[in-house]
């Protein structure tokens, strides 16, 4: 069962999984889920501005290298031709359009499944704020790792934070964690599910674990819009 730490690393109570992230190991269409939401994340992120000229746009070539026969060589029509050196490029990118569109509804289940698969591999824990006090990089290290010096070989963590929490906390987590290379620091509003499966270890405040509850909970059907 998860814990709930505090400021020095002392474990202050268990806490039960919310309903929303207990669905256990992900599943086949989860995992399918997941795998589109992080190739739109990879995919949108590409400015698609590679571009290679076609011998049509290569600047010169315009007179015919030598004679049709007579030389021996193979006939040639032009020095731009792909077989030439600076000659165009034969099917080359050419500025495009990466955007991969994923509907939100399915965006915010493959979330709940990535969030719902570190649960229940038991890579999650808690940090409970309303007394931390930690104000130098080398005490978070303690915290997330033992000391400074396994702060380095230590595990990749990714430490959230809710985003009413920015103002005060979140600035005091970027100034004492910003120098551990093992660790990235976001708030819920920036969190991303490349992130939350590409970090073995998450650490989350008690107020960001509410805010992911309370975005990424399953939409409850009334009883007067259900079809009888």
């Not at 920015?166 to 970027?174: Q, S």
Request: charged share 25%.
């Amino acid at each position: 069962m998860p814990s709930v730490i505090d400021s020095k690393g002392a474990v202050v109570r268990e806490f039960t999984v919310p309903e929303t992230f207990a669905g256990g190991a992900a599943g086949p269409g989860q995992k399918n889920a997941m795998f589109r939401a992080v190739f739109r994340e990879l995919s949108n992120r590409r400015a698609g501005t590679a571009s290679t000229l076609r011998r049509d746009e290569v600047r010169g070539g315009g007179r015919k290298p030598w004679k049709q026969k007579g030389t021996g060589r193979a006939r040639q029509g032009s020095t731009r031709s792909p077989q030439w050196r600076h000659g165009g490029v034969v099917f080359g990118p050419k500025p495009r359009d990466y955007i991969v569109s994923l509907n939100k509804k399915e965006r915010k289940a493959a979330m709940r499944s990535a969030l719902s698969d570190r649960f229940a591999s038991d890579s999650v824990t808690l940090l409970a704020t309303e007394s931390f006090d930690l104000a130098k990089t080398r005490d978070f290290a303690a915290l997330l790792f033992g000391s400074v010096k396994a702060a380095k070989l230590g595990t990749r963590t990714l430490v959230v934070y809710a985003q009413s929490e920015a103002a005060g906390l979140g600035e005091t987590l970027h100034r004492i964690g910003g120098n551990l290379q093992k660790v990235a620091i976001t708030h819920t509003g920036a969190l991303d599910i490349k992130d939350v499966l590409g970090y073995p270890r998450l650490l989350l405040t008690t107020a960001a674990l509410a805010e992911l509850d309370a975005n990424f909970a399953k939409p409850t059907k009334s009883k007067e819009n259900a079809h009888v």
